[in-house]
């Protein structure tokens, strides 16, 4: 088969992988963390917990189970959740059982929030699951040599570093052997751009998955939605 053929071919046969993991993680890998955590659950509260659970209700549980007591205004700062968003959670999460809301003595209108015996239960859940995926995700990387991984890595970065939609991408001539391929953008990075978007990445690459959709779910909150 000719190289420029098969390129192509192995081209969008990765375009079409990438729709499909996104898909995956958008919604099918919802659904299969919430089959585990209601696999490893031992309290009927707390499989009914999870059987209703959204994204953003574990996150505030996650939240309350990591500040607690803790009000509110201290779960949306967190989060960056609009406080009318989660005092809506928060009620519901008081009726499912998995937290409880106690008034001040001094202040009737302050309310903290803690955990219940069932809340603590699906917050230990939440965190095993992403120490579970953390394990699974480095022992499947392991069967890749540290060239493969070192080039995954620069992969990545570029990957997030480049606009799809801004800019016009052309192929340019490759400047060594092992570079058979570039893309080049009408559009060039500041110094001062590519400082921060560095200093993004060496931070996300600290955070456990865990983290990680939370610094999902924040970006997407502020960034994505209308």
């Known amino acids: 088969m000719n190289d420029n053929v098969e390129q192509t071919l192995l081209i969008t046969d990765i375009i079409g992988h990438i729709a499909a993991v996104q898909k995956r993680f958008q919604s099918e890998g919802e659904d299969e963390e919430r089959r585990w955590m209601i696999k490893n659950a031992t309290e009927s509260v707390v499989i009914e917990f999870l059987k209703e659970a959204s994204v953003q209700m574990l996150h505030v549980l996650d939240a309350i189970g990591e500040l607690e007591p803790v009000n509110g205004i201290t779960i949306s700062r967190h989060f960056g959740i609009p406080r009318g968003s989660v005092s809506k959670i928060t009620q519901r999460l008081v009726k ?8 001040l003595s001094s202040n009737k209108k302050e309310v903290l929030f803690r955990l219940t015996p069932s809340g603590e239960q699906a917050f230990k859940l939440h965190q095993q699951l992403h120490e579970h995926m953390d394990d699974n995700f480095r ?14 890595s620069e992969l990545m970065r570029e990957v997030l570093e480049t606009s799809w939609v801004g ?17 080049s953008t009408n559009k060039i990075s500041s110094p001062i751009d590519l400082q921060q978007k560095n200093e993004i990445l060496s931070m996300l690459q600290n955070f456990d998955s865990k983290k990680l959709s939370r610094v999902k779910e924040l970006i997407r909150i502020a960034f994505l939605e209308d």
């Open 139 to 152: 022992i499947f990387l392991s069967r890749y040599n540290l060239d493969q991984i070192r080039f995954l």
């Open 96 to 103: 499912l059982g998995v937290i409880h809301a106690e008034s």
């Open 167 to 183: 800019s016009e991408m052309v192929p340019v001539e490759a400047e060594d052997e092992h570079e058979d391929y570039k893309l």
